[in-house]
């Protein structure tokens, strides 16, 4: 079955330092998101990408973060100057279309020291 | 806004007894209505889905049914077993001009004892 790949699964960084996380989505899916859950929290949508733009963003999503396709394989989440607050899990996600269902990674657990 | 609530949790139960997490919604329109599993370590996995009201979504023995009246999509699962040992988590979907994005409950961490 067609899965979402993320890499790495658990990254360790200092505050203030940039940080990107790596996403395969599935090859035909044209849809992509970015979700985070940070511990004992509910999972919190940060940011959909379709057609090569934002279509929708969260306020989560300020001038800190930002998402990139830059090779019509991997999806890309950028945090420019990690926070501790930014410790987290973070999930990528696909879907074929705005109405289907999605796929999930088995996410990135970042934690800001 | 769109919100999910679930039941407090945790969960404890033992193997072969029933199943119900409370789901209730709020949402302008008429969402999608999903329930998601995430077992240790790995990802959001999605259980079943329901895309209109009276709807009835089914995998691997779990339930649930839309309903409108009640803004509710309660999951019920007739006999667990320990494999069912997961974290649950019950989502929305409004379709609206810029998106498609799910708003989900707390999560529901079930356990089954043998």
């Known amino acids: 079955e067609p899965e979402v790949t993320q890499t790495p699964s658990h990254q360790v960084t200092q505050m203030g330092q940039e940080v990107i996380l790596r996403c395969v989505p599935i090859s035909n899916h044209l849809y992509f998101y970015w979700y985070r859950q940070i511990l004992g929290q509910k999972v919190e949508f940060l940011v959909s990408f379709y057609n090569n733009e934002i279509s929708e963003k969260s306020e989560i999503f300020d001038d800190q973060f930002s998402v990139e396709r830059p090779d019509g394989s991997n999806f890309t989440l950028k945090i420019r100057s990690t926070k501790l607050e930014d410790s987290a899990m973070y999930f990528c996600a696909s879907s074929e279309g705005a109405g289907g269902g999605y796929t999930f990674g088995s996410g990135t657990r970042l934690t800001v020291v | 806004g769109d919100s999910v609530t679930q039941m407090e949790g945790p969960v404890t139960l033992s193997e072969e007894a029933f199943l119900t997490i409370n789901c209730t919604y709020t949402?302008?329109?008429?969402?999608?209505l999903f329930w998601y599993v995430q077992y240790p370590g790995e990802g959001l996995q999605l259980l079943l889905k329901a895309t209109k009201a009276d709807d009835k979504g089914s995998n691997k023995g779990f339930e649930a049914t839309y309903r409108k009246e009640t803004t509710s999509f309660h999951l019920e699962k007739g006999s667990v077993q320990v494999s069912d040992s997961a974290v649950y988590f019950c989502?929305?979907?409004?379709?609206?001009?810029?998106?498609?994005?799910?708003?989900f409950g707390e999560g529901t961490q079930l356990t089954v004892n043998p």
């Open positions: 989502a929305l979907r409004a379709i609206g001009t810029s998106g498609s994005r799910l708003t």
């Open positions: 949402a302008t329109g008429y969402p999608s």
